[in-house]
């Protein structure tokens, strides 16, 4: 198994005889840490996991936290997966048969086989959240991917609303995607002022939470906005709690002040971004000449100059921010001053109503942030609200406004993951074996996907088999699974390494080996380093990993000829690389070096990664488009507060749209990851033994309700009945549940029935389908684009917050 001895590696920690240790990806990594673990091996079996070794820059990078220290427990955990499985009873009814692997294959290839033929090979979907299979785009996902594109399956995640609102403001203000995504967080090391906004990085991002402690002994203020008084709130210097779903009234106000105070960086304004282009007051697009050329105001010459489009230098030597013309008879003003007017509205005094934040606040705030010599705005993805897109475009605007962006200690952030360069394998060749063309499998957006089942039009879909996910639990509605999707599957499969609240419904299911137990590439993992995973020990019962299982299946229906490596020989064609940062690696970067390094150290450039180094931009102007003419057809032009989707908070003041009396949130839970390490009795303990839900003490009051009465939490979606507990970190108007605990751990009902069906034609508004048809026009909608589902994923918004509910006691 290629283990490293004990002393061949000056930089491990203290191994006694015996020990050898392997690197692994954490189980629990789809908490987007992306750490690797170094695993220690005695005698055959896992002893216990620690830090990795990076080596030169990153050499004091890559911590792990409690749950990848507690990882290692998970091979042996008995809830664990270890026969393949057949149902035996009705679906639901937990009666299971254990059969062979043979068994099992045989049986799902004869089912598929006669599903192709009765109905086309479309009439199997394949469900992929790549982020659940360790690592992401693992061989779980490539290998996928090569069987549903050869096969010709529906790959139905497309603009799934999942952890996609900051792919909005990146793609529109930015004109990319994944590039955001990750940034350094050494970043933060030297910065002035931090906030921390909708997000809880101290108990759910520890490589996040070691830098914002770093750059706090550096002397920087850290607050944060938030809901809860969570873990973030407790470490931060200040707290500024604000209503659900309301924090672009907050960030735009600060724009207005910022911008009625004159104290933007006018020279960051007029260089980078779209500022000083003329906007037509008629139909509000920008100014062009004849030439298609954008039209700024030449401040010396007192007349309109033209702009190349895709140039970013200044055609003259004074372009005009703030001004208001008419040029040929057209009346316009600059993009600018279309900004100015559009957030007066939003004063101090005004956004009071929306978010709670008192008028002194949010002026001392934006005192602060502004006065800081390089301020951060840390905003991850505790906003899931439909008006999320509005609130990450506003952080990207304060941060064009005060010009900090692209420099250390400066910077915005949306989907906050914390990584080093990006690293691009060789992973075409492998899930388009004959090239794009020959790509088959069918893209369906979510709400399409739900819509089409239910009708069976325009062609049936008779098949689900999730790769990766546990969408009954976590991509909610649970009721809309289990009553309107799977009664319409003829086979659902399910591949995992526990049984989980989908498994529970499908025909059979899989075991999977975890990443303790097979071969592969770690990536994005490992601050700038490729680190190959080997296994640490045999896999556990009948567990096999996707390689197997992809192989076998392909064998049986006709396309083995394709599935003829093992898992080794597909890291080798990965690392075959033409990225510089994987290809200028000296000496080169082969499988024989990987393995006996275990990991090598990418050729990266001497700084950290910050996706706005350089401040090159990829939208039509080549600028920052903080006005952006594409949002035109929806009004969206400019980021601006749109009421979420079930308001509840005009509603906590008792005038808005009744859904319900109270706001219903069921976030992250410190020692789970999503539905994982819940079936550790341990982890379970530290989350409180069994699920119950938080309430503020004087609602609770209001309700007749005492702490640990039973209450149902009900609305027209669905029911839980909890133990509910009085808590003052739950602010009033807001009622919640611990995200993760699987349904067999509730007495009555479940939380996920509440939540609106995410991706549905529910949560989709005007915004989220303009958005998509312009990803579509720029060919960014492309089959197996990235390796999985994740590549389409733009287009929709995460609405598990937009929840309203009601409460009941429950009398005994
Ligand atoms: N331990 C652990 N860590 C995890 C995960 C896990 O399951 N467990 N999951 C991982 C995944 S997939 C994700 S996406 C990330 C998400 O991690 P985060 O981005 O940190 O998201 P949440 O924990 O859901 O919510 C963070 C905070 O958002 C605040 N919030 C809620 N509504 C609002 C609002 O309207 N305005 C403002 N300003 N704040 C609001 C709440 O105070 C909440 O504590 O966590 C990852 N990390
Ligand atoms: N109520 C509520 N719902 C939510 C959220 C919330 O905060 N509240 N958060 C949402 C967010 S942000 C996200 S990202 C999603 C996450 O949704 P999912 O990606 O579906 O969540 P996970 O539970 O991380 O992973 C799914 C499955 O992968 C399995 N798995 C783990 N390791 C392996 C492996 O090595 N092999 C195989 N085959 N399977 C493995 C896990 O056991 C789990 O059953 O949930 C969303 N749903
Ligand atoms: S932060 Fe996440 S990936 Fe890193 S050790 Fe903890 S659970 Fe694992
Ligand atoms: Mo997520």
């Not at 590039?179 to 910065?191: E, H, L, R």
């Not at 008084?229 to 707290?239: N, P, R, S, V, Y």
């Not at 308001?647 to 539905?675: C, D, E, I, V, W």
């Not at 026009?777 to 492309?782: K, L, P, R, V």
Request: aromatic share 12%; hydrophobic share 35%; proline share 7%.
């Amino acid at each position: 198994m290629g283990r490293r001895q004990e002393g061949e590696n000056e930089r491990s920690l203290i191994m006694t005889q015996g020990e050898s240790f392997v690197y692994t990806c954490c189980p629990g990594w789809g908490d987007h840490e992306f750490c690797a673990i170094k695993t220690i091996v005695k005698d055959g079996k896992i002893v216990r996991t620690e830090k990795p070794s990076y080596t030169g820059a990153e050499a004091n990078e890559g911590y792990i936290c409690q749950k990848g220290i507690m990882s290692c427990r998970q091979p042996y955990n008995p809830k664990r997966l270890l026969h393949p499985l057949k149902r035996a009873g009705e679906r639901g009814e937990g009666k299971w048969e254990e059969i062979s692997w043979d068994q099992a294959l045989d049986e799902i290839a004869a089912k598929l086989l006669q599903l192709r033929d009765d109905y086309g090979p479309e009439s199997l979907a394949m469900w992929d959240v790549v982020a659940s299979v360790p690592p992401s785009q693992g061989l779980a996902a490539v290998l996928s991917s090569r069987f549903m594109g050869l096969w010709g399956a529906t790959d139905p995640i497309q603009g799934y609303g999942l952890d996609n609102g900051p792919f909005y403001a990146a793609f529109f203000d930015m004109g990319d995607f994944y590039k955001y995504m990750t940034t350094d967080p050494a970043n933060f090391d030297t910065s002035d002022y931090i906030i921390v906004w909708g997000a809880n990085p101290i108990e759910n991002q520890q490589r996040i939470a070691k830098h914002l402690v770093e750059a706090r002994s550096n002397g920087a203020k850290i607050v944060d906005i938030g809901l809860l008084f969570d873990g973030t709130a407790g470490f931060a210097d200040e707290f500024i709690p604000v209503k659900p779903g309301s924090d672009p009234a907050l960030s735009l106000t600060m724009a207005n002040l910022i911008i009625q105070d004159k104290r933007y960086n006018e020279n960051f304004l007029l260089s980078y971004t779209v500022a000083p282009f003329l906007v037509r007051d008629d139909t509000g697009e920008f100014l062009r000449d004849a030439e298609g050329n954008y039209l700024v105001w030449d401040a010396d010459a007192e007349a309109a100059a033209p702009m190349t489009p895709g140039e970013q230098a200044s055609p003259v030597a004074r372009m005009e921010l703030d001004g208001v013309h008419e040029v040929g008879g057209v009346a316009c003003k600059t993009a600018f001053a279309c900004l100015r007017e559009h957030v007066a509205s939003y004063t101090p005094e005004w956004q009071e109503g929306v978010t709670g934040v008192a008028p002194e606040v949010v002026r001392r705030l934006t005192d602060e942030y502004v006065a800081a010599p390089n301020a951060y705005i840390f905003g991850a993805l505790g906003l899931r609200y439909q008006n999320q897109g509005e609130s990450y475009r506003s952080f990207y605007l304060l941060g064009m406004l005060t010009g900090n962006l692209g420099r250390p200690g400066a910077g915005v952030t949306s989907e906050m993951l914390p990584a080093g360069f990006p690293m691009i394998f060789n992973d075409t060749p492998i899930t388009m074996p004959l090239g794009r063309e020959g790509y088959k499998a069918k893209m369906l957006r979510q709400n399409e996907f739900i819509n089409q089942v239910k009708s069976q039009e325009p062609y049936p879909i008779k098949a689900f088999w999730v790769i990766a996910g546990n969408p009954v639990h976590n991509c909610p509605n649970r009721g809309l699974w289990i009553d309107e999707i799977f009664p319409q599957m003829e086979l659902i499969v399910d591949v995992d390494i526990w049984m989980t609240d989908t498994g529970q419904y499908a025909d059979y299911v899989l075991p999977d080996c975890m990443p303790f137990e097979r071969y592969e590439l770690v990536a994005s993992a490992a601050y700038n380093h490729i680190v190959l995973q080997e296994p640490a020990i045999e896999p556990q019962g009948e567990a096999r990993d996707p390689t197997f299982l992809y192989s076998e299946l392909a064998k049986r229906v006709g396309l083995g000829e394709y599935f003829d490596k093992t898992a080794e020989e597909w890291i080798e064609v990965r690392i075959q690389s033409k990225w510089p940062m994987i290809a200028g690696i000296q000496p080169p970067l082969t499988y024989e070096r990987l393995k006996k390094e275990k990991l090598v150290r990418a050729a990266t450039p001497p700084v950290n990664w910050d996706p706005f180094m350089g401040l090159q931009f990829n939208t039509p102007s080549k600028r920052l488009e903080f006005y952006c003419e594409r949002l035109l057809p929806v009004g969206a032009q400019m980021a601006a507060y749109r009421e979420p989707l079930e308001a509840p908070t005009p509603m906590s003041l008792g005038n808005g749209t009744a859904k319900g009396r109270y706001h219903f949130f069921s976030g992250r839970q410190r020692f789970f990851m999503q539905s994982m390490f819940t079936d550790d009795p341990v982890m379970a303990d530290l989350s409180g033994g069994y699920p119950t839900g938080r309430m503020n003490p004087a609602d609770a009051q209001a309700e007749g309700i005492k702490d640990g009465d039973k209450v149902e939490i009900y609305n027209e979606r669905g029911h839980v009945t909890i133990e509910m507990k009085l808590d003052q970190q739950i602010p009033p108007g807001t009622v919640q549940c611990w995200f993760g605990w699987r349904h067999d751990a509730f007495e009555d009902g479940m939380y996920s029935e509440l939540i609106p069906a995410l991706g549905s034609d529910y949560t989709l508004n005007d915004v989220s389908k303009h958005w998509d048809s312009c990803v579509r026009a720029i060919g960014g909608f492309q089959p197996g684009f990235g390796t999985g589902g994740i590549g389409g994923m733009a287009g929709a918004w995460d609405t598990i917050w937009d929840c309203a509910c009601d409460v009941r006691k429950v009398e005994e």
